[in-house]
């Protein structure tokens, strides 16, 4: 049989898919936190929270950016919220995610999620926060205002699948005060939040925030 130029193509993205998914290997053994490139995430490393959809392949679906904000519908809030912009053209906010231990990577849990200090009138630190993990909306919706310890952790959302097909990793987020709840988009007021109800974990990359990554 006459090979194709689309069995050439097959053979250059089984090349590339093989490849990629040996070094993805090696970083998943472990209880590593990694990037959606498969590096190490840094601890106090300021990432970009890239909400996917992790059925498709090769790219999972993005949907909307998150960001933090000081108004809704124009009024000035304070504390400052955590929201999910729709809109695709950004990448959102950069946020700082940090342990209070030295070590220079990121661990999965005791993870404290920031904005630096703070700016402007709102002098509530920039820290992640649910006011109330097992009451109603707003109170379970994720805040600011929290303290220096990291109440937070992050889950692989699904372990490598056996076909060994490169997938950028994804991870769910936990709020974990002492137990452990599952962080899901919530509609709020008309605005997409992250609460620690509902069903489906908020699955989401990390990105790290540098200057080629600003568009
Ligand atoms: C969190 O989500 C995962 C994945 O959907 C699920 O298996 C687990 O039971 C959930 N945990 C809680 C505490 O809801």
Redesign the pocket.
Known sequence: MKPSSLSCVLLRLFIIVTTCSISSITTVISDDVVDITGDLVRNGGKYYIIPMEGSDYPTPTMRGRIKLTDSIYGEKICPLVVVLDPSDDKLGDGFYFSQLTRQLYLDSSNIRIDSGPPVGECEASTSWTIPDAEGEAPSNLITTGGGIYGVFQVVRYRPISLDRVFRPPTY?LQYCPET???ISLYSYNGLTRLASSGDT?FEFGFLKAQASNEI
């Open positions: 769910m452990c709840f599952n974990p």
